[in-house]
């Protein structure tokens, strides 16, 4: 069973802090993805690594930056915590295409509060 | 531009009633996913359908790619089944670039 875990299930910070999301998965996939989901507005990516060490932009990266330090972990970072930043996060895994991929599989999420 | 829309927006059903969930997307895919998002948040695979039927218990889809349209059918409904349903469709041209369609959101009534 593929499994994704996130290091919060609810988080409350103060705006101007720096916030650390992490993700972690088991199953030796190239992909991870980071989404927020907010009401009316649904899961749009914010980026995607696709190896260690490598990133993409996805939708609205800015004042995001993620991590890839290691293949099972993806850590989205918000430098500068805001109180539009206040939304669900999602983060996803799958494997490279190459070797059978596309299915994405999903953490239990972040709700994110930025007071 | 790149599109993924849901259908309906909103669902009710009676326990013990069928329905049929539609995705249509505007271009030729990689992958087609359906998901179902529970009301903690947690968003489970349903179905990885680029193409084709696949049938797991009381769901079925049904993705015809030439027509660009993905079906999820659920019988037999249970108070269990609500939540949103989400299709999520990664396009050929859009390199890893996932989109999700709005969902639609189900309640079924005991």
């Known amino acids: 069973d593929v499994k994704v875990t996130q290091s919060s299930r609810y988080l409350v910070k103060r705006t101007g802090e720096k916030v650390f999301l992490e993700c972690v998965q088991d199953m030796d996939h190239e992909n991870m993805f980071w989404y927020r989901q907010d009401p009316g507005l649904g899961l749009r990516l914010i980026y995607f690594s696709y190896d260690v060490k490598m990133k993409e932009k996805g939708d609205i990266p800015e004042g995001y930056s993620v991590s890839r330090e290691k293949k099972e972990r993806f850590s989205l970072i918000l430098e500068s915590a805001s109180t539009n930043q206040t939304s669900m996060y999602l983060c996803?895994?799958?494997?490279?295409?190459?070797?059978?991929?596309?299915?994405?599989?999903f953490g239990p999420g972040t709700r994110l509060t930025v007071t | 531009g790149i599109q993924v829309e849901q259908s309906p927006p909103d669902l009710i059903l009676q326990e013990g009633a069928n329905s049929t969930l539609r995705c249509n997307f505007s271009?030729?895919?990689?992958?087609l996913q359906w998901f179902h998002q529970n009301p903690w948040g947690q968003l489970i695979n349903l179905f990885y359908i680029p193409s084709g039927t696949k049938q797991n218990g009381r769901l079925s889809a049904t993705t015809v790619a030439t027509e660009r349209y993905s079906l999820l059918y659920i019988s037999s409904s249970q108070t269990t089944d609500s939540g949103v349903y989400f299709c999520?469709?990664?396009?050929?041209?859009?390199?890893?670039?996932?989109?999700f369609g709005a969902g639609t959101r189900l309640f079924v009534k005991a």
């Open positions: 996803a895994s799958s494997l490279a295409p190459g070797r059978g991929g596309y299915e994405q599989y």
């Open positions: 271009d030729s895919v990689n992958n």
């Open positions: 999520a469709v990664e396009f050929n041209t859009g390199g890893f670039k996932t989109i």
